[in-house]
């Protein structure tokens, strides 16, 4: 004698869900290191990364550890503070010095016009970034550039950020990109400097960094483990109401559903409360 049709569905909704916390996280996300992998020590660089399965750690040797949450894709900021040790160059890393200008180009502005930014000092790296992603994801991944060459105005917000960085912005247009900041021509440009006060990098170099190389920003295993036991609890204690005879399911879900969110509710407080002093 076969099962009743709603416990099969029941069990059959169980394995789904288990299969479904066992497979979570396993499948890492592609990234795709932007501006040719050059990154000045110290300052965030961006990094493009496209959705995945679960949460994906960026690490590796002399970058700080970041988690990307779960199913994001775009442009997030990595600190790396000096390139990884790699004979083979494989890593896609490359470090530039004190002296090394970095430049991105965004749009049909031509390289040759970037490279007097910066007069007086070697010729600048210039590199071109793709419009459908320069600029996009948090400001802070662009600190790295030493200046970027744009041919519409940015959004307001970023030009500010990007000046408080010290990345100096410019235009190809005819005329002044707006009046809200001090905009001089410089040739075939509208250029906007940073006017930066103080130091601008650690006072005790990039070594000041060097105690969070090692963290590891990932929760730990307890609890994760304690996260899916509450959700497999609730799920069970949801699916046990549906083995309940039709006429009083709907008796038995409303007293199980106050219950089971106060207690869920309890718990994701406590987990949040653990993550935000971890």
């Known amino acids: 004698m076969g099962m009743p049709p709603r416990i099969n569905r029941a069990l059959l909704t169980t394995l789904l869900f288990v299969a479904h916390l066992s497979l979570a996280g396993r499948a890492p996300a592609a990234n795709a290191y932007l501006l040719d992998g050059y990154f000045h020590p110290g300052r965030c660089m961006p990094v493009r990364v496209s959705p995945g399965n679960g949460e994906t750690l960026l690490s590796g040797d002399g970058m700080i550890p970041t988690i990307v949450p779960i199913a994001y894709g775009g442009v997030v900021p990595v600190l790396v503070l000096e390139a990884p040790v790699d004979s083979s160059g494989q890593t896609g890393l490359r470090v530039l010095s004190p002296n090394d200008r970095l430049i991105a180009i965004v749009g049909s502005s031509e390289a040759a016009a970037a490279v007097d930014l910066f007069p007086n000092e070697k010729p600048p790296i210039v590199v071109r970034v793709d419009p459908s992603v320069a600029l996009t994801g948090p400001s802070l991944a662009w600190e790295t550039l030493d200046a970027v060459v744009l041919d519409r105005p940015p959004e307001p917000e970023k030009v500010e950020k990007l000046l408080a960085m010290g990345v100096v912005i410019a235009m190809r247009t005819q005329d002044v990109p707006d009046h809200q900041w001090p905009w001089r021509r410089e040739g075939e440009l509208w250029v906007v400097r940073p006017q930066l006060v103080g130091p601008g990098g650690a006072i005790g170099g990039e070594a000041v960094h060097l105690p969070t ?32 005879r039709h006429g009083r399911r709907s008796i038995v879900l409303l007293i199980a559903l106050p219950f089971a969110g106060a207690a869920l509710n309890g718990f994701m407080t406590d987990i949040a409360s653990r993550i935000a002093a971890y």
């Open 213 to 244: 190389v090692g963290w590891d920003v990932r929760l730990p295993s307890a609890t994760k483990r304690q996260i899916v036991l509450a959700a497999a609890l609730v799920s069970l204690l949801l699916i046990s109401a549906l083995l309940v």
